[in-house]
């Protein structure tokens, strides 16, 4: 189970910082790869960072690189998503998810992800 928190209203130019715990039979998170994805009303899922089993391999997607920050607390199975500078257009469901495969570089692709948690909103109000 995956376990996302941390959503909310928040106003533009604010900072903001999602927790995904792992649980039970993804409690061995801390061997896998996790990602978040954010999907918007009417628009498809889309990648916001992902990060390996290491740490040491991180992707950010095109529409938050640069004032994100995705990490990883292996100990505690939760992988944390920080943004700054929030913008009305980041606006979604925040999703985390776990690729179970051997892959190495976080993929920006839905489907090689294989648990996701049930997802948490967050609302940037300007």
């Known amino acids: 189970q995956l376990q996302a928190y941390g959503g909310g209203l928040v106003q533009v130019g604010d900072s903001l910082r999602l927790s995904c715990a792992a649980s039970?039979?993804?409690?061995?998170?801390?061997?896998?790869?996790m990602g978040w994805f954010r999907q918007a009303p009417g628009k498809e899922r889309e990648f916001v960072a992902g990060?390996?089993?290491?740490?040491?391999?991180?992707e950010y997607g095109e529409s938050v690189k640069g004032r994100s920050t995705i990490s990883r607390d292996t100990l505690k199975n939760t992988v944390f998503l920080e943004m700054n500078s929030a913008k009305p257009e980041d606006t979604a469901v925040y999703y985390c998810a776990l690729d179970t495969t051997a892959r190495v570089e976080p993929s920006t692709l839905p489907d090689a992800y294989e648990y996701w948690g049930q997802g948490t909103q967050v609302t940037v109000s300007s």
């Open positions: 039970g039979r993804t409690g061995n998170s801390r061997l896998m790869l």
């Open positions: 990060i390996s089993r290491s740490g040491r391999r991180i």
